[in-house]
């Protein structure tokens, strides 16, 4: 195999991510998403949307997962004050292209991602994870998560997604 590492991204990386989201939604949620969500996914709009998010620095991190030469893998996660002091660490986003599955990425991913909330003062994060996605919310158990209770239902305006949030810790152990 070769050497798997995990970086922050930068600027040039923003087709890679673009790209990674792209197929990977297409393949898994195509059957919850309309076909004119998935193909916004490519646009103008989500490139400019995710410049953004690469430039957009602390408190927000955006990392690619490499192997060897690959990006085959992405995560978006933000650290957030919260009312009454209590702080929120989210990680919206945390995608592995399939055919590079189960070869540590994703945990990598959610490693470093930790470590960046961590260190802004976070000790638990949380994701919102489509119920129909059996994938990711194996994923996010096998790392320690829990779904939590929360359930929040999303209008894509063709039909409605179910979400269910998963929490755990921002530890160690899952580096």
């Avoid at 995560?75 to 592995?96: F, K």
Wanted: with cysteine; aromatic share 8%; hydrophobic share 45%.
């Amino acid at each position: 195999m070769a050497l798997a590492s995990v970086r922050p991204a930068v600027d040039a990386d923003v087709d890679e991510i673009v790209r990674i989201q792209a197929e990977t939604w297409r393949l898994v949620y195509a059957d919850l998403l309309p076909p004119a969500a998935l193909d916004a996914l490519t646009g103008d709009d989500a490139r400019a949307t995710w410049h953004d998010a690469v430039a957009a620095g602390d408190p927000f991190h955006v990392f690619v997962a490499l192997e060897g030469e690959w990006t085959v893998g992405f995560c978006a996660a933000a650290h957030y004050a919260g009312q009454d002091g209590l702080a929120i660490a989210e990680v919206s986003t945390l995608l592995v292209e399939p055919r590079w599955g189960r070869r540590g990425h994703g945990g990598r991913l959610l490693a470093v991602a930790g470590a960046a909330l961590r260190r802004a003062g976070s000790q638990e994060g949380r994701a919102w994870v489509p119920e129909a996605d059996t994938a990711s919310r194996r994923f996010y158990d096998r790392a320690g998560w829990a779904a939590d209770g929360a359930v929040r239902t999303l209008d894509t305006g063709e039909r409605t997604v179910r979400e269910i949030r998963h929490a755990g810790p921002l530890s160690l152990e899952t580096e």
